[in-house]
């Protein structure tokens, strides 16, 4: 069942981006200078971007910004990323109904390529995701969170490593970061929604990602006697077409399965020559968390069975990755009514779920919660997918996501 909003159909992009930046300075508390931060942050950590776990400086960066708010943080035990807990009102509020709003910090291992004047200064790392942009949001809710205290306890979760399998959200929940905590929110920068463009959804809005890994060794030889040695390139190209038949006759079709190899490797060159190692790579992804769960069960056997008859050693390392990240009905709703606070009913928009991953699921796993997508598109430039090194996006959108966060962490239930 979904009862998010119903979303703007005339007119499914949501407003013109002059006209969301209107309604979303209109919010209570946004002021010139709270722009003018969220752009200035923005730009300090995507100059200095840093790969997952490494995110020391960023870190810092956050908690000199929450230190000059009057908050206090703590940090994860394993070095980057924090929390950060915001007390109630002291009048007409509740100590309980905690909410989390979640930023992820973490770049990734790219050249970035957007000829921006506050580029990367960190030579093959770019924050080409989007993340420099989340965590300023979650900084400009928090200053509104300061002006105007909230009426119920508040956790930011400044999260690491999101571009790591299976995530750094798991670190982050065995620390203990959504311990007490009712409801959580999240928001995705998305370079193909138009700014003023919020996608809600209630159910799976990701799938499940988890990282393949097969490794074939046997003596080698002469291709002209395959028999007295296990012929590597055959039985890899075996198993690369034969364990997804299995997948297709053992895993129920409607879960949206998909088996991709990325990556098939064995030989030196030679067309006379059997090499003695090969090996495959390659993802699992599912839009059902049931097959999620599933999968490690089905596949590897399947890829030693397939084997098993051409004479060689077979190593399969199946590593499961995220969840599908399911959203809560009851918090898609009161997301619905955030975005409507903020930009209108026509900011609502339509959001399906993607094959993509997201390690948000693993919070979703423990607490209800919801995963928006941002629209950052200014809608007129060319489209630039994530993870692109000429990835952009529309800074308007900025206090869009600071006022939504915001407002999702003052309605009630």
């Known amino acids: 069942m979904n009862n998010a909003p119903t979303a703007n159909k005339n007119n499914p992009i949501g407003t013109t981006p002059a006209d969301a930046w209107s309604a979303a300075k209109g919010y209570a508390g946004v002021d010139e200078q709270l722009v003018e931060s969220l752009t ?17 400086q960023t870190t810092d960066y956050i908690e000199s910004e929450l230190n000059k708010l009057g908050f206090e943080v703590r940090r994860f035990e394993f070095g980057s990323g924090l929390t950060c807990d915001i007390p109630a009102a002291a009048d007409g509020s509740s100590e309980t109904d905690v909410v989390a709003l979640r930023a992820d910090i973490d770049a990734l291992p790219m050249e970035e390529t957007t000829g921006y004047d506050f580029s990367s200064t960190n030579e093959g790392v770019c924050h080409s995701c989007g993340h420099d942009a989340h965590a300023a949001m979650l900084l400009g809710a928090a200053t509104l969170l300061a002006k105007t205290p909230p009426p119920r306890p508040v956790r930011l979760i400044f999260q690491p490593a999101e571009e790591t399998m299976p995530g750094g959200a798991v670190d982050c929940v065995q620390e203990g970061a959504v311990e007490g905590v009712d409801r959580i929110i999240a928001l995705h920068c998305d370079p193909h929604r138009v700014v003023g463009d919020v996608g809600v959804h209630a159910g799976a809005i990701t799938s499940s990602n988890a990282k393949l890994e097969v490794t074939l ?28 038949q299995v997948v297709d006759r053992r895993i129920d079709p409607r879960s949206g399965t998909v088996l991709t190899w990325g990556s098939i490797m064995a030989g030196a060159g030679a067309p006379n020559v059997i090499p003695a190692k090969g090996t495959l790579a390659g993802t699992v992804r599912s839009a059902s968390r049931d097959t999620w769960v599933e999968l490690p069960e089905v596949i590897p056997p399947a890829i030693r069975a397939i084997a098993e008859p051409y004479g060689v050693e077979v ?8 969840p599908p990240v399911v959203n809560d009905d009851a918090c898609a709703e009161i997301a619905g009514r955030a975005v409507t606070d903020v930009l209108g009913e026509q900011g609502v928009g339509e959001a399906v779920q993607s094959s993509g991953g997201e390690d948000f699921g693993w919070y979703t796993e423990e607490i209800p919660g919801v995963y928006l997508r941002l629209g950052v598109w200014n809608g007129e430039s060319p ?24 407002r999702f962490a003052r309605l009630d239930r």
């Not at 190593?315 to 995220?322: A, F, H, T």
């Not at 489209?383 to 915001?406: C, K, N, S, W, Y």
């Open 383 to 406: 489209e630039t997918d994530l993870h692109h090194p000429a990835f952009a996006m529309d800074e308007r959108a900025l206090v869009i996501g600071a006022a939504v966060f915001d």
């Open 315 to 322: 190593d399969v390392n199946y590593v499961q990755g995220v």
């Open 40 to 56: 200035g942050w923005r730009r300090h950590i995507h100059r200095n971007p840093e790969l997952s776990y490494k995110e020391f």
């Open 217 to 244: 060794q046997a003596s080698g030889g002469h291709t002209a006697r395959p028999h007295e040695t296990g012929d590597i390139v055959y039985a890899l190209s075996t198993v690369a077409t034969g364990v997804a």
